[in-house]
């Protein structure tokens, strides 16, 4: 993908001086497909409402922007809104209880498959390990792996301290071993 | 193989699973579909400009001035009758035909009253 002609930083001057929302029609372009995605991975796929979450996510950068300041990247701090954003539907809806429901897969279900289909059965494993961490702990997850945040960006975006992003992702570390251990090295 | 070897080969291939599927994430680009157009019919109106405000307010002011000058005669009856009712004096005679009317009132709707039932 080929560097934009005009920087984040620019379309948000003008839209700040000039309300100018082809600019901020422009940004949106540039980032909903890193917001939705990553949010999509906060709701476990849901795509729906990580839609809707990423609308409300822009409307509200747009009623912020000038409160944006140019520390961080552009980015980052819709990270920040969007996680807000995921949170506040999570206090809203109490869907993090239905993560629970989620079975672990049998161990016949790893014999020996072929190498691509065994990514592939990997990757849907992960995805459902993935709705059994706390939401704090998927969204450490998500900043630090499938946002490729620093542990200081992540801490940034998920406003706690680097500790606990760092104990967050340790604890879902513990359990997504705990529910992937079928997929765990056998020892020889 | 030691207890720490055991460890980090354990976290290797999870390690590895969250690198590919975060590889994976990164390289997904989610076509627009409209996205960017719901989020920007959804912007609040632009508000109005500092300048209309003021300038909106003097407008309405001209027109309030421009129709008091232009109707004299019409805010002088309608002053006029409004004082002449508010001094008027009431006499004797009035209150008369005052009570008569209620008395005449009352006496009619009793006797529709009685017819009804």
């Not at chain 1, 920087?7 to 901020?24: E, G, Y």
């Not at chain 1, 592939?120 to 998500?142: P, Q």
């Not at chain 1, 490729?148 to 340790?170: I, M, W, Y």
């Not at chain 2, 109005?48 to 000058?69: D, F, S, T």
């Amino acid at each position: 993908m080929s560097s934009p002609a005009i920087s984040d930083a620019q379309l948000i001057a003008r839209v700040l001086v000039q309300d100018d929302r082809h600019a901020f029609s422009e940004l949106v372009r540039r980032h909903q497909s890193t917001v939705r995605a990553c949010l999509r991975k906060l709701t476990c796929g849901n795509a729906a409402l990580a839609d809707d979450l990423a609308q409300e996510t822009f409307l509200l950068a747009y009623r912020n922007l000038k409160s944006f300041r140019q520390e961080a990247k552009f980015s980052t701090w819709l990270y920040r809104i969007a996680y807000n954003a995921f949170l506040a539907d999570a206090r809203k809806t109490k869907e993090s209880a239905l993560a629970d429901d989620v079975e672990p897969e049998s161990d016949e279900h790893y014999s020996e498959p072929a190498p691509a289909a065994r990514a592939a059965t990997l990757k849907i494993d992960l995805e459902r390990a993935m709705a059994v961490l706390s939401d704090d702990e998927r969204a450490a997850i998500v900043q630090c792996y499938h946002n490729d945040l620093s542990h200081e960006e992540a801490a940034r975006v998920l406003g706690c301290p680097v500790g606990t992003v760092k104990t967050h992702v340790f604890r879902a570390k513990q359990k997504l071993k705990a529910r992937l251990g079928a997929w765990a090295p056998t020892e020889s | 193989m030691s207890k720490d070897a055991q460890q980090t080969a354990s976290d290797d291939w999870l390690e590895q699973a969250l690198r590919a599927d975060a590889r994976e994430h990164l390289s997904v680009y989610l076509p627009d579909d409209g996205f960017t157009a719901r989020v920007v019919s959804r912007l609040p109106q632009p508000a109005l400009p500092a300048w209309r405000r003021p300038v909106l307010a003097l407008l309405w002011v001209v027109a309030g001035i421009a129709i008091a000058a232009a109707l004299p005669t019409w805010f002088d009856e309608v002053f006029g009758s409004v004082a002449a009712l508010v001094l008027h004096r009431f006499t004797l005679s009035d209150a008369a035909v005052a009570l008569t009317l209620l008395f005449a009132a009352t006496s009619g709707a009793l006797v529709l009253a009685a017819r009804a039932d």
